[in-house]
Structure formats: C-alpha cells, structure tokens
C-alpha cells in the first residue's frame, strides 16, 4: 500500500549496505589492497595473487604484472606447471574485481584500470567435427575476441 516506497528504498538501502559489506569482507580474506584506478589503460600489479588460490589457502608466488599503453603486449614463458596461465587469469580475476568495486590480492602501489570487457581465451578449443586444429581453433577464437575490441580499454 501507501508504504511500498518507504519500503523499496529501505530496502535498496540495506542491499547497499549488506554489498558493501560483502566487500570489505573478501578485501579481509584476500588480504586485498586499494589499487589505483586511472583512465590510461595501464595495469601495474605488484605481488598480485590469483583470488582463487588465496580464498583456498594455498602459498601461491605472487607475481609482477605490467602492461601500459604504449607496450600493450606481455610475453610469459616457462616450463608446464610454471605458472603462466595463473598470472594471466590472475590479471582477468583483477580486472574482474575492481570492474564491481571490490579490492585485489595485490601490493600497495598497484594499478589496474576499468576495462569494458575481459575476455579470455583459455583451454584448447579443438573439434574433430568442424576439422579445426588446436591453433586454427585458437585463431578463430582470437578473431572472435579482435571484434569485441576498440581502441579505447
């Protein structure tokens, strides 16, 4: 009736709160810090650990990560199990993280912009039925990805 406003907003009031809360509780279990967030696309984390595996307890290497505008491309190789693959989804779980206002499993000092999409190519996309080999599976996945994408972040 007549109170259904009052209602609704207290309502979305205490949403915002309980969301708020949620947070500061995973920056708590992260051990999260605050990372700068500029609008030049760049992306300097220090000692940055994957959420997942620190959520899980496991003593994970943290890792150095930068990209910057003008060097847009990062290089990581090693041998299997080296832990490649865990610092770029460690990058993507940032990005991911402060795209919801949330803090990240990093050192002080990181930055990490808003980005209108992440996407990730992971795993071996190959399919016997469509005759696409492992890397021509990857291309047509990468030029899937090259559509979603401007010049800005």
């Known amino acids: ?23 500061h509780l995973l920056a708590l279990d992260l051990a999260a810090v605050r990372p700068e967030v500029r609008g030049d696309g760049d992306i300097a984390l220090m000692q940055a650990r994957h959420p997942v595996l620190v959520l899980r307890g496991v003593d994970a290497v943290p890792n150095d990560l930068a990209l910057h505008r003008h060097r847009p491309a990062l290089v990581i190789s090693g041998p299997n199990a080296g832990g490649k693959t865990v610092a ?21 000092g990181s930055r990490l912009d808003l980005f209108r999409s992440v996407l990730a190519a992971i795993g071996d996309a190959q399919t016997v039925a469509e005759g696409l080999s492992s890397f021509s599976a990857h291309l047509a996945l990468l030029r899937t990805m090259s559509s979603c994408c401007t010049s800005s972040a």
């Open 88 to 108: 770029l989804k460690t990058v993507g779980l940032s990005a991911l993280l402060v795209q919801h206002g949330c803090w990240v499993p990093a050192g002080e």
């Open 1 to 23: 009736g007549s109170q259904a406003p009052a209602v609704l907003r207290a309502s979305l009031a205490v949403s915002r709160l309980d969301m708020a809360a949620a947070r």
